[in-house]
Each structure stands twice: as C-alpha cells, then as structure tokens.
C-alpha cells in the first residue's frame, strides 16, 4: 500500500490503474473470505481505504481539470 503522497505524483490514467487494480483485490479478498482461505483480514479495510485515497485523488484532479486549473 502506498502513501497519499506517493500517489500524487502519478497521472489520472496511472490512479484510474492503481484502482482497477484495487477494486480487483478486493473482490479476491472477498471471495477468499466468502470461502474461507482469508487469514489476514485487515487487508480488506486497507484495501478499502486505498481505493477511497484513489478516488478522492481521481476526483480532485478531474475536477480541476474541468474547471480549467493546473494540476
């Protein structure tokens, strides 16, 4: 898991990435836990809060984007 700050000097395409990746993991973590093979269930919420950090980032670049500031 990266830092906030190690994210903000990636592009929107590489966020929209690192999400897809993400979103991916948590659906694996999900499955595992549904199944029973989870054994470390903190990477759930980690994984969670990655995705928010990603998104919160992905909408305050886009947004000033559209408003026409740098980012």
């Not at 999400?19 to 199944?35: C, I, P, V, Y």
């Amino acid at each position: 898991m990266a830092k906030k700050t190690d994210y903000k000097a990636l592009s929107i395409e590489e966020l929209r990435s690192r999400l897809n990746n993400a979103r991916e993991e948590l659906m694996n973590l999900r499955f595992q836990q549904s199944t029973g093979e989870l054994t470390d269930f903190n990477r759930v919420s980690i994984t969670r809060r990655e995705i928010s950090r990603l998104l919160t980032l992905l909408n305050e670049r886009e947004s000033a984007v559209r408003s026409g500031g740098a980012v």
